[in-house]
C-alpha cells in the first residue's frame, strides 16, 4: 500500500481513474437532479483537483524543494470562482446553486486528498459527501416544511387593501413581516406581489400556511420560495 502513495506511473493511473469515479459518483447524483454542475463538471473538478496534487508532488519529489501543499492551497480558495457561478438570486429572492457549489468544493478536497495518495480519506470522505447530497435531502426539505417561519412569495389584488390582508392574516394566526415590495411588477396587472416571511402562532407545515392564507381571498397568490 506504502508503495502506491509515492508518484509512479502505476499510482498516476489509479489516482486518476479513482477521482474520475468518485466525482462521477458525486456528479451523477445532481445530475439526476438537474443542477447547474453535474457528472462532466464535478469529474473534471475532482479529477482536475488530482492533477494539481500530483504536480506539486512531483515537484517536490523531483527537486526537491518547494511547499508541497502550495498549490493545493491555491485549488482551496480557487474553486470559489467555479461554485460563484452555480448561485443564482432569482426574481422573487430565492437563492438556488449553494449546495452544487458546496459540492463543487468538497470534489476538490477530495481529488487533492486522492492527488497525494491518501486514499483512505477520500473513500470516507467521498461516501460521506454522497450521504450528505442523497440521503439528507429529504430530512433538510422536512425540517424546513416544519420551521415556524416561512419565506413566501404572494400576490393580492390591487381593490384589497394591504392593511386589511395584514388583518384578515393575523386573524387566521399567519403574522405577516419582513415585507419587501416587488418594485418591478408592471401596475397594469392590477395586482400587488411582495416577498415576505410568514410566521405561524402555531407550529404548522408550510403548505397549511400557505392555504390558510389563500383563504382570505380567491384572488390571492402564494407561494414559497
Not at 63 to 89: C, E, H, K, W
Not at 219 to 225: G, K, R, V
Request: overall charge neutral; some cysteine; hydrophobic content about 45%.
Amino acid at each position: 500500500m506504502d508503495e502506491i502513495r509515492f508518484l509512479t506511473d502505476s499510482s498516476i493511473v489509479i489516482r486518476i481513474l479513482f477521482s474520475l469515479v468518485i466525482g462521477g459518483i458525486l456528479g451523477l447524483e445532481r445530475g439526476l437532479k438537474n443542477r447547474p454542475a453535474g457528472l462532466r463538471t464535478y469529474i473534471l473538478v475532482c479529477m482536475g483537483s488530482c492533477i494539481v496534487m500530483m504536480t506539486n508532488q512531483y515537484v517536490y519529489q523531483v527537486y526537491g524543494t518547494g511547499d508541497p501543499v502550495r498549490m493545493a492551497a491555491q485549488v482551496i480558495s480557487g474553486i470559489g470562482f467555479l461554485g460563484a457561478g452555480t448561485i443564482i438570486v432569482t426574481r422573487r429572492n430565492q437563492i438556488k446553486g449553494l449546495t452544487t457549489a458546496a459540492g463543487l468544493w468538497a470534489s476538490a478536497c477530495i481529488g487533492l486528498s486522492i492527488g497525494i495518495g491518501l486514499y483512505e480519506v477520500a473513500v470516507i470522505g467521498g461516501a460521506a459527501i454522497f450521504i450528505v447530497l442523497t440521503l439528507l435531502n429529504h430530512w433538510d426539505l422536512f425540517i424546513r416544511s416544519r420551521a415556524k417561519d416561512a419565506e413566501a412569495y404572494v400576490e393580492i389584488p390591487e381593490s384589497m387593501s394591504f392593511s386589511v390582508f395584514l388583518h384578515e392574516a393575523k386573524m387566521r394566526g399567519i403574522i405577516v413581516c419582513n415585507v419587501q415590495i416587488d418594485t418591478e411588477e408592471p401596475v397594469s396587472t392590477g395586482r400587488l406581489s411582495f416577498i415576505c416571511t410568514l410566521r405561524s402562532e402555531k407550529r404548522v407545515e408550510h403548505s397549511e400556511m400557505l392555504r390558510t392564507l389563500r383563504t382570505i381571498s380567491d384572488e390571492i397568490y402564494a407561494d414559497e420560495i
